[in-house]
């Protein structure tokens, strides 16, 4: 029944509260920064909310089952990782050994959901969109994971979110050692890259491919998307912030910290999205593959060596 | 070679604001051929000049182009003036090089800040934008519009500038270039900028010539050809100033010349503004003689050319325009084929295309809910132009009101 409760409550509700103001916090500090004005705090609920009030289009060709039902799938995933995130921060003694691994095969769904979704919208700029997709997915996932071992390794070889949040809790944050340090950067990378954002938002490229992947959507399975991805904007620097930063507190003023630690996050990944023009696919490969993935075995490497 | 995608631009897509459609022919991410159709916007403004009278039709050309609103009168006005041979006025002839240039400071910061759209850079979108808001206030106060001037004639200009205007301007026309050093550090030092165009949609120095490539899209590729400097006009043979060429034909060398002719311009309207003669600023034209005239001048996308033929009646008998972009569009086949689709946008974009200059159609919508008449629209200009004046060379003073 608890678990129900977090599903509902924490999972959904309050990721996705969480979600829509840090996206109004990402479009206001990218309005003040480019002389603009910026949308009011409710913008990205009313956009939400007028979204699920049209109609809904499946494209002729399209395959009905997988287009409906692929937003659904990202969706559904980003609900479970977030419940599993906020149990381990309000409950880390609570938590299963091994939920680490299912958080980073869970994170891979809803780049998953927008490849079928993008396929299976039978549009030529969709499928170019989704095979772009792909090929970022192959390209952020190894120092992606490369990056996560350095949390695991300095935890103790623990495969347990809560052991390395305790771990942190002992002997500071993780960030603050050398390891850590280069581990993050890679992972800020790869995150800003599975939020599709620029420098890397080559599969939805807008002026490029129009959208790409979303091209064909309309109304609610739009909404769904979006809300996912907004829902990814909390998530995914909420992974960050238990693997590196000592997570959320709720004990003393440690939720003031936990509050500036997301909202820093947040600020740092939109000042990347507006200072650099995106970049094409290969270049990210290539950039994944070389630097990144050099950068992430050397942190794995000092972790190793206790640094 | 394995099955080929075609995949479409346009004619209606968020890559250009006008409907043009280009046909990619695609292998995996490579294109392998384009085929460009364009002429949704035919407007037969040329039949159009031919039933108006000769001024008339200063204001119809000028209504070619949103943004080259200078470039087609001005083109025009040579021509007639090329029928009767006559010599404008040296007042006339700086005050047109002001507006001029002006309209290439515009110009390439609204292209600059296209490029950085089209490569997903909105904050450099959003900047070069702001500055060229400046320099369209500066236009609305030496003419009273911020675009379509309406400042030429045959024979001359038709407003002059006031002596008591020009120190607010040239104030206000210094507080960008701080700002515009910045957006330059930014734009042309960036690494990652580099790796979008450095070496992409190559226009090599002979294919640039091959397809008559005009204006900056042909000096990036090393081809001096500027026709302030190889048939003065106006008073571009009394200021001191180089072409400015760049070797490698790229879409960063053409970024980077029209950067560079941004400061130019900038220089070239200050000087012009402190060294106005005092003399007439209209020839007054009474007739004009049968005969055939040729206007060309050096628009912000290369050569604007014009031919006017005059059978000794008040309309022109003839009107010929040739858009500097109708000559660049051919250009694509030589620089996206074998690049990717990616950067298939960047290139396309990089000649800085204007396409209702090249066909040449006007719109007007009454759709809204308030009309106002002329009179009203009038008296809304004049107050706006009254505002920015007494502001003054205060820059960023827009973003104050809009909290």
Not at chain 2, 66 to 87: K, M, Q
Request: aromatic letters at 10%; hydrophobic letters at 45%.
């Amino acid at each position: 029944m608890i678990y129900l409760i977090y599903l509902i409550i924490f999972g959904f509700f309050l990721t996705a509260l969480i979600g829509l103001f840090a996206s109004w916090v990402d479009r206001k500090v990218t309005a003040r920064v480019q002389y603009r004005v910026g949308p009011p705090v409710l913008q990205p609920l009313i956009d939400l909310v007028k979204l699920l009030g049209k109609e809904t289009m499946v494209p002729k060709g399209a395959s009905k089952f997988s287009f409906l039902a692929a937003p659904l799938l990202g969706l559904g995933s980003v609900i479970l990782v977030s419940t599993i995130l906020w149990f381990n921060c309000l409950n880390p003694q609570r938590t299963f050994i091994g939920d680490i691994i299912v958080v980073v095969y869970l994170l891979v769904l809803p780049s998953l959901s927008i490849i079928i979704g993008g396929f299976a919208s039978a549009n030529p700029l969709a499928s170019i969109g989704s095979s772009r997709e792909m090929k970022l997915v192959l390209s952020y996932e190894l120092p992606f994971l490369l990056a996560i071992l350095v949390p695991v390794i300095q935890g103790g070889f623990t495969l347990r979110l809560g052991e390395i949040l305790t771990y942190q809790v002992q002997n500071g944050v993780i960030l603050g050692s050398w390891s850590g340090f280069l581990a993050f950067l890679v992972i800020l990378m790869c995150v800003q890259a599975k939020l599709a954002l620029v420098p890397f938002d080559i599969p939805e490229a807008e002026t490029e491919i129009v959208g790409g992947p979303l091209i064909e959507y309309s109304g609610t399975p739009l909404a769904v998307y979006k809300l996912m991805k907004n829902m990814l904007l909390f998530v995914l620097p909420f992974f960050i912030m238990i693997l590196f930063m000592g997570g959320f507190r709720l004990s003393g003023a440690h939720w003031i910290n936990g509050i500036l630690k997301y909202l820093g996050l947040v600020a740092l990944i939109t000042v990347i999205r507006n200072t650099n023009p995106r970049v094409r696919i290969d270049q990210a490969m290539r950039f994944f593959w070389g630097p990144m993935t050099i950068l992430a075995m050397m942190a794995v490497f000092l972790a190793l060596k206790g640094l | 070679m394995g099955k080929r995608t075609i995949v479409p631009i346009g004619p209606y897509h968020p890559l250009q604001e006008e409907p043009e459609f280009f046909t990619l022919t695609v292998d995996g991410e490579t294109v392998i051929d384009i085929d460009v159709q364009i002429g949704y916007n035919h407007r037969g403004i040329e039949k159009l000049s031919e039933r108006k009278t000769f001024d008339q039709s200063t204001f119809a050309v000028e209504r070619i182009c949103g943004i080259c609103s200078t470039s087609h009168p001005y083109a025009y006005t040579r021509a007639i003036e090329d029928v009767i041979g006559l010599e404008v006025p040296l007042r006339a002839k700086y005050i047109r090089t002001i507006i001029a240039e002006g309209e290439r400071i515009h110009s390439h910061l609204l292209w600059l800040g296209l490029a950085g759209h089209f490569l997903g850079y909105n904050t450099v979108y959003m900047w070069a934008w702001k500055l060229r808001e400046e320099i369209l206030d500066v236009m609305e106060i030496l003419s009273g519009n911020r675009n379509n001037y309406a400042m030429f004639k045959p024979g001359g200009v038709r407003r002059d500038i006031k002596k008591e205007d020009i120190p607010g301007v040239i104030k206000k026309i210094d507080s960008i270039i701080p700002t515009l050093e910045m957006l330059k550090k930014a734009v042309i030092d960036d690494p990652v900028l580099h790796a979008r165009t450095k070496g992409v949609g190559v226009l090599t120095k002979e294919e640039a010539i091959n397809f008559c490539a005009l204006g900056p899209t042909a000096r990036a590729s090393g081809i001096a050809r500027d026709l302030r400097k190889d048939c003065p006009y106006g008073a571009y043979d009394r200021l001191n100033w180089d072409i400015i060429v760049t070797d490698n034909g790229d879409v960063f060398d053409k970024a980077v010349v029209r950067i560079l002719e941004t400061f130019q311009s900038i220089d070239m309207v200050k000087r012009c503004l402190l060294s106005l003669p005092d003399t007439e600023i209209d020839a007054n034209i009474k007739n004009i003689p049968p005969g055939e005239g040729i206007g060309q001048i050096e628009a912000p996308r290369g050569e604007c050319f014009h031919y006017v033929k005059s059978d000794g009646t008040n309309r022109p008998a003839r009107h010929k325009i040739r858009a500097p972009t109708f000559m660049n569009l051919p250009t694509y086949k030589a620089t996206v084929v074998g690049e990717t689709i990616s950067d298939a946008t960047i290139i396309l974009a990089a000649i800085d295309p204007c396409y209702c200059c090249t066909e040449r159609m006007a719109v007007v919508n009454q759709k809204g809910k308030k009309l106002y008449n002329g009179e009203d629209l009038v008296r809304l200009s004049q107050a706006k132009t009254e505002k920015i004046k007494s502001r003054g060379g205060k820059f960023a003073a827009r973003t104050k009101g809009i909290k």
